[in-house]
């Protein structure tokens, strides 16, 4: 006989987790698994990576989010208690994005530093 965990079981995991966010002060809680090591995940979402890795973000307030693959969606679809899924290639090219951006600005910082320190020995 197979018995599932009650969905209630699941929001009182996330609830635990937001209460210790507030009480530590910290913003967000990750955690990721994949098909070999899959604990982290499920305990969270009930979703089992199978193709892919997966991860589940915990905000201090809101909803969590399960970060999947392109192949998962119809398994969490399916069998995730959290909802709200995100593509997390979609966001990996973001912060690829955003790296590259913020690469840039610091080295254009720099350079302006060094511009300046130089203008002032001559």
Known sequence: ??????????HQRIERIQKMLVEKDYDAYLVHSNEAD?????YLSDHWPIFETAGVIIPKEGDPILLIGPEAEPFAIQRSKIKKFVN???IENRLSLIIRISKYQILKKYLMKY????????
């Open 88 to 90: 997390y290639l979609l």
């Open 38 to 42: 899959h604990a982290s995940v499920r």
């Open 115 to 122: 511009q300046e320190e130089k203008e002032l020995s001559v």
């Open 1 to 10: 006989m197979i018995r599932e965990i009650p969905e209630a079981e699941f």
